[in-house]
């Protein structure tokens, strides 16, 4: 097993580099959306599907 391990370190390592990118983009997305920020960044009033995405404004007063 300590000569697997030691044959592998560097895998080991890169792989937990990236899982803990993987996590920390995915709990950015979460709060963003918690927050109600558009994933792109750029708002809504120049996006194609800007209706269908969010609804008007009025339906959500009623």
Request: glycine share 12%.
């Amino acid at each position: 097993m300590v000569a697997w391990l030691q044959n592998n370190v560097a895998t080991l390592i890169i792989s937990a580099v990236i899982i803990v990118i993987v996590c920390a983009v995915i709990l950015g997305m979460v709060k963003n959306k918690k927050k109600g920020r558009t994933s792109c960044g750029c708002g809504c009033a120049g996006c194609a599907m800007n209706g269908a995405c969010h609804g008007n404004d009025n339906d959500k007063k009623k």
